[in-house]
């Protein structure tokens, strides 16, 4: 079912257009300022039309359109004639379906005072198009008026969700173009309406808005069942025999095919956690109820009970699990619309695409001509580049080469992500199944691939998914992004290559400190730092500021691969891992999937491939050298894709000269390393407090560099005035989107719980604000209250509690730290482990120099900081040395001993621990662990038959946090060499963090040759043991950077307590 709006500025002249799409191909028109008299009241005779002509003025008009199968009223008002308000209701009922629509147009923009009770009086479906000629960052707009600030605040607080907030709808003669005609919708049936604005503007000065309503297009629900037991059975017969390595994947993939079945349920519209088990009991219950009432049978009647509540069971279990996977998706803030859309999708797949693909100015509908554009679309970059001639084993790092070891493909398994596999369908889930002897054999055909260099023809073939990029017109090929699904089998066998060179990169100290992203401790908030005391410092020795930030035009997508491997090598990344990575990246070829059709499939020559897990590293070793083409005094900061370039100085000229020099070189080094820049997307922008005398010219490649207010680097606004204003305004409008979206889910009767809903806040919402703490963290009062207020209004949603509860209360319900405040702690956090880093961090260069100096209110922050903790930095734990390990072997026993039940007493659990210990650990020595936090202090215990210690821990520390520094801390000074361990404590999530072991790491070592750790299932007792052999009695502390803010203050050591005092009730074994 679709909606076209349309501000067509006169209708009459336009008819012609209305044969084509997307009008052609729409079931309902809502167009403004039709220009319409009474006689002028025909336009196609395939819809019933509904009209409010214009009275005695030169503009105005409305008209809806529907189709002639469908039924319609006109829904009186009210309202008092009003030229700036023209409103036309309509009620209707198409196929079974029945809902509202309101056309608007408000030419000098609208009250919502006059209409709100309007809107909101209605108990089915509404939808609201219109010209509202509103401004307001909500939507995009740089400056908000009182008219529009009461709009929004109407529409936050109302159960309508706004559709279209990017993309403009109104270009003005000037050139300048707004977003004037929204699309609103009720909430409860938001999940199901996407839309988007087309690229033609049909001789009007607005542009149409196309909204779709899935509603009628739910394809039937199909869930698979797999036979875990027979797949793994089968496949440890094939991993045992002798399969060769080119037929292995294929055989693989035919156990799990032939293992698999799909059922279908019947049509309707189930929620999107809705399973087998909750599909199998619910027939169940029906069929034995229907029995009982036809029979009177008790028998049957106590079965109908008996899956009722199995049922129940299941459905609750089966909501928790999908909404907890929901929570860890948003963990990414960035992942909050994909978090959408994969809830959206749940009942159509098909609600993104669209059945018009625009193609040389015909409209192509067939799925396989549409999948091949695509295809073609996708591999027009690939061009294949004249070769060099290259020397993979000159001078072998041996390191890098070593023959892969079991614990290596563990810890690769571990990392991969359960996500949709590639062509060959072997999912992560199948070789986190895999048994000890099985994983024995896959190690053995990942060491013959890097022996023998020979990459299987499926690890190289990728399946894209076209995805439409937001609010985009979908009729057009260049409105989709590719998302690549590669075999797991080739991303297992990426991870092991990237955890060796990573490791090579940072103990070598390949990697210049300005190259940030997708290697250890140099994460996108200390790129952001690094420009933000740069400007501090040129304003303060009153100097100018010239920035430049650089596009690269498809930046994966047109990597010059003999060039990259050539930087490799350069790097120190030699032998057999090259030549490997080399074959991978060569002859690559793809297929795209759309409407359930594949393509053709497409060679691929040229660029890093999507998909990869290997492609960040490898683009990171590509710009490794971009410092070369920076002129003297010139510095920059490198993010992925993202380049700034800065200069700071006294002179302007110099500063124009310098800069225009670098430009020079990085045209001669991008056509060097066959890269293009766009100059038009580029752009430069004064951030000095002086003003200029006159603005340089920079140009690129001949081109001049466009001269902005503001230069946007990862996320973040730089501007030369009211910089934390700017970036507030920025986060804020991101801040509403997300609030206006959230109400889709929070709506929903199937969706989350409260507690899911807190936390989705608090991860995509909240978290705007965290990002950029080292910068948010010297926002004024006034600015603070405002994010204070973004939080309140997010969580008024979350809880669906009106918006005249006080924020006091609202704050308690929820359980929240205030915004302005977890602010400011998350800002000392960070300062503090850049101090605990010390030379690891990349505020020192190779020479171990700073390269970022704090700013001077940051300082004083820090200092006052030490000065309330009545400490100083020398306790600050150090970050310990980065050394490799790969000799780890983890497994993990849940509820495997009897003395994990929570229902037994704290007397029988002793006598069974004891028993179990006796039995099973006799020749381990015994440690626990715990942590408590309260608001005065946290503080760490650790126990074992020789020694103990209790150390008391600022409380900005979190108890995650200090759990995980109570293990670090036991196993560094508990453990007995030369003597295994059982390790007891009742953090899971520190040890699911613990259980990703990876040269990325800061490790330390104990001498012991095995650790047994228990953890509790929860507050009372244990749950679950879980049991690292390690050779060379070399045992790895974990990953510090899953760990987040483990490297912290440690305050007053010498606080003992008694360890009771600090454990939970009822924890016996401690």
């Keep these: 079912m679709t909606f076209v709006q349309w501000n067509c500025r006169g209708i009459k002249n336009k008819k012609i257009w209305l044969k084509v799409p997307p009008f052609s191909t729409s ?190 297009d739910h394809t039937p629900k199909k869930i698979k069942s797999l036979d875990w037991n027979r797949i793994m059975s089968n496949s440890a017969t094939v991993l045992t025999t002798n399969t060769r390595l080119h037929d292995l994947t294929s055989k693989i993939s035919k156990v799990i095919r032939d293992n698999t079945k799909f059922i279908t349920l019947p049509a309707k519209n189930y929620p999107p956690w809705w399973n087998l088990s909750c599909h199998n009991f619910q027939k169940l219950k029906i069929l034995f109820r229907k029995r009982a009432l036809r029979l009177i049978s008790e028998s049957d009647w106590m079965k109908h009970k008996k899956y009722a509540a199995k049922l129940r069971f299941h459905i609750k ?32 797949q098909e609600i993104n695409t669209v059945n018009l ?115 985009k017109d979908k009729t057009k090929i260049n409105s989709y992004r590719p998302i690549a699904l590669t075999s797991v089998f080739s991303k297992v066998f990426e991870r092991i290559l990237i955890q060796r060179i990573t490791h090579h990169l940072l103990t070598e100290k390949k990697i210049p400190p300005s190259v940030n992203g997708f290697l250890p401790l140099r994460d996108n908030q200390l790129a952001v730092y690094k420009i933000h005391t740069a400007i501090s410092e040129a304003h303060s020795h009153k100097k100018y500021f010239i920035g430049i930030s650089l596009d690269i035009k498809s930046a994966y997508d047109t990597v010059y691969i003999d060039g990259l491997i050539f930087k490799c090598l350069q790097l120190g990344i030699t032998g057999n891992i090259t030549k490997i990575l080399h074959n991978f990246l060569q002859n690559r070829t793809l297929q795209v999937r759309w409407r359930h059709t594949l393509s053709g499939t497409k060679p691929v020559q040229k660029g890093l491939p999507q998909g990869s897990v290997v492609s960040p590293i490898l683009f990171v070793c590509f710009l490794s050298d971009f410092s070369e083409t920076l002129d003297e005094g010139v510095e920059y900061s490198i993010f992925a894709d993202d380049i700034f370039i800065f200069c700071a100085h006294t002179s302007l000229d110099h500063i124009s ?32 407090k002086k003003k200029l005398p006159s603005i340089p010219r920079i140009t690129y490649a001949g081109f001049p560099l466009p001269w902005k207010q503001t230069i946007k680097y990862l996320g973040i606004n ?82 669906g509690l009106p918006k005249w509860t006080p924020n006091i209360v609202l704050m308690k319900i929820a359980g929240q ?23 690891h961090s990349p505020i020192y ?31 600050i734990i150090a970050f310990p040395d980065t050394i490799i390990s790969r000799s780890n072997l983890c497994e993990i026993f849940l509820s495997d001993f009897s003395f994990q039940n929570k229902a037994h007493p704290a007397f029988l659990i002793k006598d069974l621990f004891e028993e179990v210990v006796c039995k099973e650990f006799q020749d381990y020595h015994i440690i626990a662990t715990d942590a408590s936090k309260s608001h005065s202090f946290t503080s760490i215990a650790g126990i074992s038959n020789l020694q103990s210690f209790v150390y008391r821990i600022h409380p900005i520390n979190s108890i995650f946090t200090a759990e995980a520094l109570a293990i670090c801390q036991a196993l560094d000074e508990l453990s007995v060499t030369d003597k295994n361990l059982l390790l007891l404590t009742d953090s899971y999530s520190v040890l699911q963090a613990l259980k990703c072991l990876t040269i990325k790491s800061p490790k330390n070592f104990v001498p012991v040759e095995s650790v047994a750790i ?52 009822k924890q016996g074994l401690i």
């Design 357 to 471: 693909i625009l193609h040389n100015n015909h409209y192509i509908s067939n799925p396989v001509q549409q999948s091949n554009l695509f295809a073609d679309f996708f591999s027009a970059n690939s061009v294949k580049h004249e070769p060099i001639p290259l020397d993979y084993c000159e001078d072998s790092n041996s390191h890098l080469n070593i023959p892969i070891h079991l614990q290596e493909v563990r810890q690769a398994i571990q990392k991969t992500r359960n996500s949709t596999p590639g062509a060959d369908g072997i999912t992560a889930n199948w070789f986190k199944r895999l048994s000890n002897t099985d994983l024995t054999c896959i190690t053995s055909f990942f060491q013959e691939v890097f022996t023998t260099s020979y990459i299987p023809e499926e690890w190289k073939h990728s399946i894209i998914v076209p995805i439409p990029k937001p609010n």
């Design 27 to 216: 079931e309902f028109w809502v167009f403004q300022e039709t220009f319409l008299k009474h006689e002028d009241h025909r336009l196609c005779s395939s819809k019933n039309y509904f009209y409010f002509d214009r009275h005695g003025r030169p503009g105005g008009g409305l008209l809806t359109a529907i189709p002639k199968n469908a039924s319609g009223r006109i829904i009186p008002t009210g309202f008092s004639h009003n030229f700036n308000q023209e409103i036309l209701a309509v009620e209707v009922h198409f196929q079974d379906f029945h809902f509202i629509i309101i056309n608007l147009y408000a030419p000098q923009g609208l009250n919502i005072e006059n209409v709100k009770y309007f809107f909101d009086s209605f108990s089915i479906p509404v939808f609201i198009f219109g010209d509202f000629n509103l401004h307001h960052p909500l939507w995009g707009s740089n400056r908000s008026s009182p008219l529009s600030n009461d709009f929004v605040e109407w529409l936050q607080n109302s159960s309508f969700i706004l559709l279209n907030s990017s993309n403009p709808t109104y270009a003005a003669y000037t050139g300048s173009a707004s977003l004037l005609d929204l699309s609103i919708c009720s909430a409860s049936i938001s999940h199901a309406v996407d839309c988007y604005v087309s690229d033609s503007n049909f001789e009007s000065d607005h542009y149409p808005v196309i909204i779709t309503w899935s509603i009628l």
């Design 657 to 688: 000269k310098k800069l225009q020099n670098t430009m020079e070189n990085v045209y001669k080094w991008c056509n060097y390393w066959k890269l293009n820049i766009s100059p038009e997307k580029c752009s430069i922008a004064d951030l000095s």
């Design 845 to 875: 260069d190779q020479n171990y120099n700073p390269s970022i100096k704090l700013i001077k209110r940051d300082e004083v922050m820090l200092a006052n900081l030490f000065t309330e903790l009545d400490t100083s930095t020398d306790h």
């Design 317 to 348: 279990k089966a909501s928790r699990n999908y909404w907890d996977k929901i929570c860890n998706i948003t963990k990414n803030p960035r992942m909050f619309y994909s978090m959408l859309n994969r809830i959206y999708n749940h009942t159509n």
């Design 718 to 799: 730089f501007s030369k005035i009211n910089q934390n204003g700017i970036i507030l305004k920025n986060i804020r409008s991101k801040a509403l989107r997300k609030i206006n979206a959230l109400k889709s889910i929070a709506y929903k009767n199937y969706g989350p719980r409260t507690k899911d809903l807190i936390t989705i806040v608090n991860n995509s919402i909240c978290s705007l604000f965290y990002y950029s703490c080292s910068i948010t963290n010297k926002f004024s009062e006034t600015q603070y209250k405002a994010c204070n207020t973004i939080q309140t209004m997010a969580l008024r949603v979350a809880l």
């Design 1014 to 1065: 228990g953890i509790k299932s929860n507050d009372s007792h244990l749950s679950t043991l879980r049991q690292l052999n390690l050779t060379n009695k070399s045992f790895d502390i974990g990953k510090f950077e899953s760990l987040q803010g483990l490297i912290t203050a440690v305050v007053s050591p010498h606080q003992q307590m008694k360890l009771k005092d600090l454990c939970h009730d």
């Design 817 to 839: 730290e205030v915004l302005s405040e977890k602010i400011k702690r998350l800002a000392a956090q960070f300062f503090i482990r850049q101090l605990a880093n010390g030379v």
